[in-house]
């Protein structure tokens, strides 16, 4: 017999050891500040954006405590504006979603005073559609990344569809 699996209340959910895992394996590490795609911020260790410079460098340690921080940030933007409950599973993919995109843009969709189509969809209890709005976040630094032979953000948009595929399978 099967155990039957329940959605959780968001805010009883914390990002487990493996969505964590899954968050610095998908972003890859530097040790140093690189833009990623023209036109965007600079990003060190994990991904990580918030008050980086080019020329600052890290370590594998440290980059991985700060990308620890930034994950518990994303977990609180997430737990403010996404009321559905949900499986671990789609907590850990949400945010690790938020980390890659900014907690204002998962919550919002990127406008003040918006709520993005995957928080709208989720707190309607619109699972699946939340996923498919994963493929809405197909830009990087103002480029549609899902633009055939596209070699400038190609990995964007395989990182979302590959999301969208991950999230439709927990369904």
């Not at 940030?73 to 980390?99: H, N, R, T």
């Amino acid at each position: 017999m099967s155990a039957q699996r329940v959605r959780i209340a968001v805010l009883a959910l914390t990002l487990s050891a493996a969505g964590f895992v899954g968050i610095v394996s998908r972003e890859g590490y530097t040790d140093r500040a690189v833009i990623p795609t023209k036109g965007d911020v600079p990003t060190i260790g994990f991904g990580t954006t918030e008050g980086v410079q080019l020329g600052d460098t890290t370590t594998p340690v440290v980059a991985m405590r700060r990308a620890l921080a930034d994950s518990k940030k994303y977990e609180g933007a997430l737990k403010q504006c996404v009321s559905a409950p949900l499986y671990q599973e789609e907590y850990d993919l949400y945010v690790s979603l938020a980390y890659n995109i900014g907690a204002f843009n998962f919550c919002s969709g990127g406008r003040a005073g918006g709520t993005s189509n995957i928080v709208r969809r989720l707190n309607a209890g619109d699972y699946s559609g939340a996923c498919d709005a994963i493929l809405d976040w197909k830009y990087a630094a103002g480029f549609d990344c899902s633009t055939p032979g596209n070699k400038r953000c190609a990995g964007v948009w395989a990182d979302r569809q590959a999301a969208q595929k991950q999230c439709k399978a927990v369904q």
